[in-house]
């Protein structure tokens, strides 16, 4: 069992993509919440904030200002910030983050069938703890990739409907990741 299937207790999960709508985010039922905002300045104080509130917070290195998306600034983000884990399309970020103790969702873009094995491909060599693959309005996609590896996989993007939400779930994701409010 991966660790992460573990962690998911709410099957939406907040991607937050404004400092100002974290604090909704924690009123949520969500038990995970994705940042994909923040920087250097305040990332430690939006963590403390999430785990204070007793969920679990990834984030997205690719989106934090000031903080590189490269080894030193996910071993910066481990040693300094100290999230549940890290988002990140790439491959050598999510080995860091492994080696750092930090859990890691890999997220791979889905745009054609080449795309999907590369995607594979990659996940296969990286390890993550979890695929998030976008965007999540592919229910046979997500089958398929169910059938295609053993790690969890993530719906996310261009999710704006609590139907698409229960689709992606149907077709074996085991969460969605949903940056509307209304559907945390």
């Known amino acids: 069992m991966h660790p992460i299937v573990d962690l998911v207790e709410h099957q939406t999960i907040a991607a937050v993509q404004r400092e100002e709508d974290l604090a909704q985010a924690l009123k949520s039922q969500a038990n995970v919440i994705f940042l994909l905002t923040g920087s250097i300045f305040n990332i430690k104080d939006l963590v ?9 917070v990834f984030l997205h290195m690719e989106f934090i ?4 998306a490269d080894r030193k600034g ?30 890691a969702i890999q997220r791979i873009f889905l745009i054609d069938r080449s795309a999907v094995q590369r ?3 990659s996940v296969e060599q990286s390890q993550p703890d979890a ?4 965007p999540g309005l592919m229910p046979r996609i997500i089958r398929e990739m169910t059938n295609m590896t053993p790690l969890p996989i993530i719906a996310g993007g261009l999710v704006s409907y609590q139907e698409e939400i229960d689709e992606a779930l149907r077709a074996g994701a085991l969460a969605v990741s949903v940056g509307n ?3 945390w």
Do not use: H
Request: glycine share 10%.
């Open 131 to 134: 695929i998030e693959v976008m």
């Open 119 to 121: 995607g594979i491909k």
């Open 65 to 68: 200002e000031g903080i590189a």
């Open 181 to 183: 409010d209304k559907l």
């Open 74 to 103: 996910v071993s910066y983000v481990a040693k300094r910030v100290f999230p549940t884990g890290i988002i990140s399309t790439k491959s050598n970020l999510i080995r860091t983050a492994k080696e750092e103790g930090l859990m």
């Open 48 to 56: 403390d904030q999430t785990k204070e509130a007793g969920k679990a």
